[in-house]
């Protein structure tokens, strides 16, 4: 599922979000944009966002 593949984006201590959920959660977890990515089986790259863990 996306967010699974979403999810192989991230290192250790991270959370990948795309741009739509990053816009409901960002006041309460801030995050730092990453590169656009390509996932398997979807046409359009996703904007995403990292919420780092390790605070």
């Known amino acids: 599922n996306t967010a699974a593949r979403l999810q192989s984006h991230a290192k250790a ?10 816009s409901h959660i960002a006041s309460e977890y801030p995050g730092v944009p990453r590169e656009d990515v390509e996932l398997r ?3 359009d790259s ?10």
Do not use: N, Q
């Open 41 to 43: 089986g979807k046409a």
């Open 13 to 22: 201590g991270e959370v990948v979000v795309s741009e739509s959920v990053y």
């Open 46 to 55: 996703f904007g995403v966002h990292v919420i780092s863990l390790a605070e």
